[in-house]
């Protein structure tokens, strides 16, 4: 008998993508949307960074129209998560969608380019498309709505701050003087003569224009029918029901209780791609009406379960502008806590009810629902509806809840609050923005009438268990109590006791998370006490003027920023662009989507995809490996391991033969590579590989550096620098002090991992590579070696990196080299994209270091002798280990003149992933240290940490410790400059002012320099070829050995092109790097590409000018043209290479002689900070940097890297925390644990000045390399923080030095900032527990 939904049922999934309709009958519900808009559609500009909805790299706009309101909605959606067959009736707009070079750019990509917004690019789709979408739902939006609008979407490059610039513009308060605002005033009033602060020409943007937008496709508004059809989709492994009523829910739910319930696939998906569970049907309740009402009613407004989270904070919103103040105490924290919840990509799909019934211990939203006792209706075929309160009897274990596995959660009920009832919510992440939660909470007490007596009081807490949890007895201990100072000690000490967490608890901070208890319950007494002040009630203690500042919720300012910097001479060619802020070459294709990466190379015939088998143990011995039950799989073609390798299974970045290409016999870290599995696609290949068997024999393994040292497990021998007279001037000294610092490594984070394409020519071995590599020299030479095969036969081609940082200088080979092999071995092509966990696990990151030291100084400050020990991780392989040392050596100094001064370096080997080169090269790792002890010594002497920098700055003529001339010296006129322009003595004296009036924020300033030594350590390096070819047509195809990864290398070249053959840089192009263009180039990296391959650049140009002066002098008034063609029939070459390589420089460790850098990069950088003593949380007030960058080639791209160099320093020093756990297996492997900074970190002020008049004889057209250098200057924020904490101990009595290990994380800051609530939790003696995580 056929039944209405039978009559319905369909299994053809409709929906359009950009204006174009799609029908796909039976789609696979496995495929999400990404997956779809690339391969099925081959719309490559939406890009994949990480698969779970953490960088907003994905981010579509997708539309619907809404019949209830007769209204089209817009909202960002992550297509990484989105399933397609949730796609059935809406229309999605790709950034392909709304604009495009050949038809015309949206306003919104041209502002983003013109902005400099855009550095590698792949994140900047996913950018435009979250702009895009507000705009379409908000035509001007303020500014404070536009930078929330980013919360979803993160960028490695740019440091944010042209991303908000170009998009101010769309905003109501975006003033059309630009620069010339009243608002820019006060910082450009500073400005020297000669200097711009114009960096982007307003007047070229494009204006708005509505019409142009893509219009929603009229079939979806005048007919219901996709609305209303039941869909049945059957896959390979899952079937996708979506019923239309509640009775075929519940039916669905009977017939398969197991089945998901489907609505934002924002837990579902992550817990399918990553945790790898299965889930044969899924259903989505989307459009089940009695799922998503909203009722207001008398108790409260409910909620259908399927109503998404940004619909809620809407309509909370709104309910909070109808309802007095009194009611909405709920809604109000609701809204607050929402604030805080993921990125608008995420709230605008998932739903409610899924954030219950996941019952995630860290969920936001059931620590408010408990603490409120929020009501829900719940309903089963088998069982009537039936109401559950929740409350502390809820939530039954791990991921388990009172509603049972049948049953549907229909609805929530979130009440009112009443006259004398108060209630909040509190969180803290490591990051404010899309993160979840170390602990969060709700908190809600009713007095009795109007007094101070507590009548009830609730609590609840997340992350502090299993389930979130309601500590009962203390919450029944206040009832019938006064809310008075005697409270707060009796329920901090019952917190104490109801709250445990054992040392090594699962996520570790145990010490941290119970702390945050307390000062959550503390600031949610002294908000209730001020509420009751204000109301006058009679009250026993009042809140002290000097504890207000503990209660507000956070608040930052709209961002702003200036950019200052020397304008080109007068007298300068118009033509010629060098000093010229022009923009990003490559920035209209990518933020239009059309720039290609490695991925979005289309599918070759008969291309097959690989998928790493890697060890799941840190050091074992392999017993056997089993590829059975993978072969046997559908679309799989062979498992490849190192019986594959024809040529050489071992390689070395420096040391011949460091590590295996397929481990053989024993893995020595997570992550490495043991096979391969090759199939027919990216699905089958990952699917399989997951079902190879590796068998077992674990050995010991060593993981952190103290483990190393103990071990005495370390890679060659230790190296030392030395000058002066070290024992005799620390007995000469005034002070000598010792002290031990760490600092934890930092994860690349590029927003494209690690990606191949082989492909085998078939002809002599010969094959291309397409890689995503810093080092397409080093990619050749190790495939041509594993393959056995002449380096001849290989080309490796590199058009751009979505980011590489150091990254992809050695690692890449780790990925590319297998892909060759196997692409070898089947005669096909071969590719490979890792997904971002296993590019987080196996591909390694910046060095974790340890350091010892000793210090002497006089009672001046002035610091006389240092002997240091510095020891670093290094991991499984060596790679270039030492070479990172070295530097950090180098540059143990900083910017000082340390007139005796001794520095050891001990590279430590460990069973963990290799560690390898990072922006900074371990530079900053050096410097660090150095800072530290400087922090020491001002702290024994009383004196601010910038007095004892100043004092002890290098002057013009010092010496380095290696003995290097400084000559011309720049650092202390950019610490000058920077002391002038940020006002830091006034600003001290109203931090100290505001320390005083303030117990529970306390700011901190400070002043830190730097000086980055530029050359490769390596001597061998320092040389770089150029290939020009002019065609017939006058146009320039310019070839050098230099890759382009966002940093905007190629558009410098340009640049020195066009001055050196005196030609506009639009005759010259730039197409890709290439091993079979220019050979044996080394990696791009040490922040030297601009300067070598420039001058190589200018060599091949000069030999070109010189052989057609003789057609120029016969034809003077020629143009550029005329010459070429002349040239040509009188058979001149018109194509040449250039080379250089840097004079005068190399050191040589074992005699501690000669000069190991070229010149040196400075600056100095001012922060000042704000801290929430209580709960560790910080906010960047302002930061202000003066960089020397010589004359620069190009101010724009230059403060980019400034800004973005600091930004990425400051996740290094305040933020990223790689997690390992003591056998060796990292948890850190995604956005969702792994915080870089976000939108919302940058300085509320922002402010860059070039330093003006530096010069530089020793590179290209009198520049300097900008790259690394600016990185360490994000120290002054962590310096600015430890000016802070120290403030709050003294308050608490604590007085002199202490210990800030970088990161200086939340958990780091507030426990140091040592009180009457963390005396309760004193840390257990190291040994006495096994940590959850270790400082590797
Ligand atoms: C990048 C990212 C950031 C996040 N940030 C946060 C955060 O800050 N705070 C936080 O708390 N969470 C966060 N989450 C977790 C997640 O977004 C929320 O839990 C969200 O509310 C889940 O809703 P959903 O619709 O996507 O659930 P889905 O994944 O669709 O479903 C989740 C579960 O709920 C069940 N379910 C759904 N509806 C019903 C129903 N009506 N009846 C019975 N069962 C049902 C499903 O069967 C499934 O088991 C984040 C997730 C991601 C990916
Ligand atoms: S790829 Fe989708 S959010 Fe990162
Ligand atoms: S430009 Fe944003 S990640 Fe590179």
Known sequence: MSTESDTRKSNVLIFFVNGK???????????????????????????????EGGCGACTVMVSRYDRQSSQICHYSVNACLAPVCSMHGLAVTTVEGIGSIKHGLHPVQDRLARSHGSQCGFCTPGIVMSMYTLLRNEPQPSIAHMEKAFEGNLCRCTGYRPILDGFRTFTKEYCQMGEKCCQNQAYVQNQEEGTSTRLVNGEAYLPVDSTQDPIFPSELQT????????????????????????????????????????????????????????????????HVPELLTVEHTEQGIRFGGAVTLSQIDNELKSAMEKYPDYKTGVFAAVVEMLRWFAGYQIRNVAAVAGNIITASPISDLNPLFLACGAMLQVQSKANARREVKMDETFFRGYRKTAISQDEILLNILLPFTTKNEYFCGYKQAYRREDDIATVNAGMRVVFEGNTNVVKEFTLAYGGMAVVTVMPTKTMASVVGRSWDDSLVSDVCGSLADELPLSPGAPGGMAEYRRS????????FYLTVLQQLQAKHVPLKSKVPSYFQSATPTFHRDPSKSSQVYQEVAPGQLEQDPVGRPIGHLSGQKQVSGEAVYIDDIPKLHN???????????????????????????????????????????????????????????EVLCQGQIIGAILAEDQVHAQRAAKCVKVEYEELEPIITIKDAIKAGSFYLAPKLLSCGDVDTAFDQADHVIEGESHMGGQEHFYLETHATLAVPCGEDGE????????????????????????????????????????????????FSTPCAVAAHKHGRPVRVMLDRDEDMVMSGGRHPFFAKYKVGFMKTGKIVAADVHLYSNA?????????????????????????????????????????????????????????????????????HPSEVRELNLYQEGDRTHYGQELKPCFIRKCFDEVVRLSGFHRRKKDVDIFNSENRWKKRGITVVPTKYGISYTALHLNQAGALVHIYQDGSVLLTHGGVEMGQGLHTKMIQVASRALKIPAEKIHISETATNTVPNTSPTAASASSDLNGMAIVNACQMLLERLEPVMQENPKGSWEDW???????????????????????????????????????GAACSEVEIDCLTGDHLVLRTDIVMDVGTSLNPAIDIGQIEGAFMQGYGLMMMEQVKTSPSGMMFTRGPGNYKIPGFGDIPVEFNVTLLKGSVNERAVYSSKAIGEPPLF??????????????????????????????PATPECIRMACEDQFTQHFPKPAEGTYQPWFVDL
């Not at 029908?23 to 698969?51: D, H, M, S, V, W």
């Not at 945050?516 to 600031?523: N, P, R």
């Not at 962590?1278 to 002199?1296: S, T």
Request: hydrophobic share 40%.
């Open 21 to 51: 309709k799609i029908i796909e009958a039976n789609p696979e519900p496995e495929t999400t949307l990404l997956q779809y808009l690339r391969r099925k559609l081959f719309l490559t500009g939406t890009k994949l960074g990480c698969g």
């Open 223 to 286: 007919s219901d029918r996709c609305d209303s059809e039941y869909l049945v989709f059957h896959g390979e492994r899952v079937t996708w029901y979506r019923p239309n009523s509640l009775t075929e829910l519940l039916d669905l739910k009977a017939q398969f209780p197991d089945a998901k319930l489907v609505v934002g696939n924002t837990e579902i998906g992550v817990e399918m791609k990553f945790k790898h569970m299965k889930y044969p049907v899924m259903i989505a309740p989307t």
């Open 516 to 523: 945050l208890t307390l000062s959550f319950f503390f600031k």
């Open 607 to 665: 291309e097959l995809y690989l998928a790493f088998v890697t060890s799941s143990k840190a050091h074992a011995r392999i017993l056997s490996v089993d590829p059975s039950e993978a072969l046997a799989m559908p679309g799989v073609v062979d498992y490849v391991s190192h019986k594959d390798v024809p040529g050489h299974n071992k390689w070395g970045a420096v040391f011949p033969d460091d590590e295996e290409i397929f481990a053989s016999s």
């Open 767 to 814: 094959m291309e590579l397409f890689v995503s590599t810093q080092n397409a020299s080093e990619t050749q030479h190790v495939t041509a070696e594993a393959l056995g095969l002449p380096a001849n036969r290989i080309v490796v081609r590199v058009k751009r990196l979505g980011g590489g940082f150091g990254g992809k200088e050695t690692r890449s080979v780790v």
């Open 875 to 943: 991991g499984m392989s060596i790679d270039l280990s030492s070479a990172v040392m070295d530097r950090a050596m180098f540059h143990i100094d900083n910017a000082y003149k340390i007139p005796n001064l001794r520095v050891r370096g001990y590279v430590c080997r460990t069973h963990t992933a290799s560690n390898t080169a990072f922006r900074g090269f371990g530079g900053p790792q050096g410097m660090m240290m150095t800072e530290q002890f400087v922090s020491d010594v001002a702290v024994t002497l009383g004196m």
């Open 1124 to 1162: 070429v063609k002349a040239a040509y029939f009188k058979r001149i070459s018109l194509s040449t290479t250039g080379f250089y390589k840097t004079p005068g420089i190399g050191f040589d460790f074992k005699t501690g002689t000669g000069k190991p850098f070229n010149y040196f990069s400075n």
């Open 1273 to 1302: 200057l994000s120290a002054s924020v962590f310096f600015a923080v430890k000016e802070a904490i120290m403030a709050a101990r003294e308050d608490a009595g604590h007085h002199g030095n202490f210990r800030l290990d970088s």
